[in-house]
């Protein structure tokens, strides 16, 4: 993937998820960071996935499906490298 295995990023996953899921759980976050970092897909095409895998999860939870979705955003967009 052309990533120099000894380069650090960082990201306040755990902050992030606190502020739009409401939880200290930085799993759906560092999700968005990965994609960044790695460039292992399509930005616009994971989040499609992700939604429509939070759509199965959590049916009509909007309020879950839209702050997993702004997490993802938030840490794709706030990784950065240390």
Request: charged share 25%; proline share 5%; aromatic share 6%.
């Amino acid at each position: 993937l052309g990533i120099d295995p000894s380069q650090v990023f960082t990201v306040d996953a755990t902050g992030i998820a606190r502020e739009c899921i409401g939880r200290p759980i930085p799993n759906t976050p560092m999700l968005g960071a990965l994609v960044r970092v790695t460039g292992i897909m399509d930005y616009d095409k994971f989040l499609a996935e992700m939604q429509n895998l939070l759509r199965s999860k959590f049916g009509d939870r909007e309020d879950l499906i839209s702050g997993n979705v702004a997490a993802i955003s938030r840490a794709f967009e706030e990784v950065q490298s240390a």
